[in-house]
């Protein structure tokens, strides 16, 4: 592009421009956009659709990615209201029917067996489940449960009214029997709000602080810089620790909890943007003017210096998916059984000296390619926002 172009066009479309020339930021924006699509519409793409994708199946727990099994789909003698769309969209809805899973069904002149997927000790919680039935007996060489009817028409009846489904999990199960990839696919939910809500808490604060230190300058920019001093010396996780502690765990005070540490950068930023400005002359023709002091902060500073804060917005947006899935490992984050990247590693770290190390991978994983793709942009933000570019 010649001199005289760049001359005709604004500096949004230049950015714009050089933001596009940039492949990995593009990627990167594609590979957010992506989970953030999959983490809005959740429940319409994943298997399980229960609130938490929390269908416990003991019977098939830590099954290994691929694996398939028969279901045999009992409705509930009190079935769940009819869930609303918005309603199902954000939290699910709960299951109509219980689910038993078989090897398979043989049907003789005398009887029919159906040969549950169990094992012995798990017998006994399904007995109370199916009608009033009874578990007897055991497969001689599958060792799983059978359920046997007397009649042949009983048998058709019942199997007929109970729908026979096959489920795969491309993922395998956890070891709650829970489908892995619901799971995983539900826990971008938590890590992708956790970093809007933190970087939307770390703009309002730190946008307030850094510009009442660097506009007023004087007593006011010596108490904002020691209170920024004070906060910056103090380990950001033992910080977001004793809020959390302070203000319970949950979800929401994890969302306030990080929001309430990252804005000290932000902060900083602000005030050193606004040092270097003040003193220009749009500055002093809106003092000659009149304008109140918050009018030219936030309507005449603060447009001119939003390229270095998008660019720590995107940063901020990485820490704050490490931080809640720190949390969410050390127990005092995200609560179950709301599933939750850092939590999914919790539950399954022990499995990866064994031969299920896939279901404390895969969620690490999942989270060192969000952080990397926010990492990514902001460098592509940066290179696209520099003037001098």
Not at 183 to 209: C, D, K, N, P, Y
Not at 276 to 295: K, M, N, P, W, Y
Not at 312 to 335: D, K, P, R, T
């Amino acid at each position: 592009m010649d001199e005289k172009t760049k001359q005709n066009q604004s500096p949004k479309a230049l950015a714009w421009k050089r933001f596009r020339s940039n492949r990995l930021g593009m990627v990167s924006c594609g590979f957010v956009l992506i989970w953030a699509i999959l983490a809005l519409f959740a429940y319409t793409i994943i298997p399980d659709k229960t609130p938490n994708a929390n269908r416990q199946i003991l019977e098939i727990s830590t099954k290994k990615p691929g694996f398939e099994v028969d279901m045999l789909m009992i409705p509930k003698e009190t079935p769940p209201a009819k869930t609303p769309f918005f309603q199902f969209l954000f939290n699910g809805r709960p299951d109509d029917c219980i689910y038993l899973p078989f090897d398979s069904i043989r049907v003789d002149a005398s009887q029919t067996t159906v040969y549950l997927y169990q094992s012995e000790a798990s017998l006994n919680v399904r007995t109370e489940i199916i009608d009033n039935k009874e578990l007897v007996g055991f497969g001689a060489s599958t060792g799983s449960g059978v359920l046997v009817f007397t009649s042949a028409e009983e048998a058709d009846t019942y199997i007929r009214t109970h729908c026979v489904k096959h489920r795969k999990f491309l993922l395998g199960t956890d070891q709650f029997g829970r489908d892995f990839l619901s799971r995983l696919v539900l826990g971008s939910r938590i890590s992708l709000t956790v970093g809007f809500i933190a970087v939307l808490l770390s703009l309002m604060i730190g946008i307030l602080v850094g510009s009442l230190g660097g506009f007023f300058r004087g007593k006011v920019d010596d108490a904002v810089v020691w209170f920024i001093n004070v906060v910056w010396s103090i380990p950001t996780l033992l910080l977001v620790i004793a809020i959390t502690f302070a203000l319970g765990k949950g979800i929401a005070q994890v969302f306030i909890a990080v929001g309430l540490t990252m804005w000290v950068e932000v902060a900083r930023i602000v005030r050193g943007q606004i040092l270097s400005i003040r003193e220009t002359t749009f500055v002093e023709a809106g003092r000659a003017l009149g304008f109140r002091d918050l009018r030219i902060i936030f309507k005449h500073i603060l447009p001119n210096i939003l390229n270095p804060i998008i660019v720590v917005s995107a940063a901020n947006f990485a820490s704050a998916i490490l931080l809640e899935a720190g949390l969410s490992f050390l127990g005092i984050g995200v609560q179950p059984p709301m599933p939750s990247w850092g939590s999914m590693i919790k539950e399954n770290y022990a499995f990866i000296i064994l031969d299920a190390a896939y279901l404390a991978i895969l969620p690490g994983i999942a989270i060192m390619l969000l952080v990397l793709a926010f990492m990514l942009i902001g460098n592509a933000l940066r290179e696209a926002l520099d003037v001098k570019n």
